[in-house]
């Protein structure tokens, strides 16, 4: 394989797995298609936009013809697909835009592989990243998802990605179509749109802002990461077996209040803080519609199989996260005031 298309290669997870790809194989192809709604952002990628072995394509996943012509253009052979709608709070407003991109979408990019490699299947692959809630909820003592965990989505976002992945599944058994799926848990690190609780809440303390916490704050989820993702999605994509699912997650389970007395002691210390200092912008406020009580993930597949660990203990990924936002407040400010929805009409020259 040379020609990797990577979707929503300008959002958090895909700006990661970008970075890595273009820098570890020179030899391929990367070509990133994103449309750039809201969380994509091209500044991401700043440091990989004039490789030779890099291009980026703005298209929509849901445009089929326009999937068509890109599979034909770039002789695609694999492709690593993360374009999607993925916040939980979004889909409870507006869950249209996320049956739209993430089971339309994902469909679009099937039916395009499917066409482009029709009878020659072999050597070809295409990966669907994504998340553990489509198994829905666990109790608090109620053991871990595994592969062979029963779907069981709740809010319209894991609705849509569960629906996402059984078509994947079905293009494999009725097609043939050379698949593999992933289902991670919840990802931290750098380059994570300020929506989400980890980047939100830095930057909340920073500005002695209120920090949300839905419900009594007892809800527990698995966290990870963003750059052992990456190198996950890099192994399953080279070395999984084709047709197979592979959890990914780092047996790091916390409460979210838990968390946030971590986030609130280290991003304090960091700021030259007094220990405590900003506790009292904690307000518990109105829990989420249908919340996941908790998430688990048990990944031993992923390490039995293809011997795939998290590189970071979770203080070490926290620290390293809250003093990237911390030193990297013009990305905070820019992608806050929505500039920079600019950057791709600045480096290239349209809309
Ligand atoms: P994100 O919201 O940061 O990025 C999504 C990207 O997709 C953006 O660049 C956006 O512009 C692009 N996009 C959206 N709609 C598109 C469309 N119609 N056509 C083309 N591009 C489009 O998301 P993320 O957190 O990086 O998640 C990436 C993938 O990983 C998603 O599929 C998500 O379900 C999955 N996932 C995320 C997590 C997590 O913790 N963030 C965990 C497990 C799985
Ligand atoms: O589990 C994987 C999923 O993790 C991914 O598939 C999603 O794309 C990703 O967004 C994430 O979903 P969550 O809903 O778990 O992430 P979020 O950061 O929105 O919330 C984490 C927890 O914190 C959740 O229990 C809700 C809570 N929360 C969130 C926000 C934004 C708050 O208490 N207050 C907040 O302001």
Known sequence: MRNILITGGAGFIGSHLVRLM????????????????????????????????????????????????????????????????????RSIKDPFAFAQTNVMGTLSLLQAAKLAWEGKFEGKLFYHVSTDEVYGSLQPDGGFFTEKTKYDPHSPYSASKASSDHF??????????????????????????????????????????????????????????????????????????VGDTYNIGGFNEWKNIDLIKVIIRVTDRLLGNPEGTSLHLIRHVTDRAGHDVRYAIDSTKLKNELGWEPSLQFEEGIEKTVKWYLENQEWLNNVTSGEYQQYYEKMYGMK
Request: with cysteine.
């Open 22 to 89: 273009v820098n570890k194989y020179p030899e391929y192809r990367i070509i990133n298609l994103d449309k750039l709604t809201y969380a994509g952002n091209l500044a991401n990628l700043k440091d990989v936009e004039n490789k030779s072995n890099y291009v980026f394509v703005k298209a929509d996943i849901c445009d089929f013809s326009m999937m068509q012509s890109v599979f034909t253009e770039y002789g695609v052979d694999g492709v690593i697909h993360l374009a999607a709608e993925s916040h939980v709070d």
């Open 168 to 241: 994947v599944r079905a293009y494999y058994d009725t097609y043939g179509l050379p698949v593999k799926i992933s289902n991670c848990s919840n990802n931290y690190g750098s380059f994570q749109f300020p929506e989400k609780l980890i980047p939100l809440f830095i930057n909340n303390i920073r500005h002695n802002k209120e920090l949300p916490v839905y419900g009594k704050g007892e809800n527990v989820r698995d966290w990870l990461f963003v750059e052992d993702h990456a190198r996950a999605i890099d192994l399953i994509f080279h070395r999984g077996k």
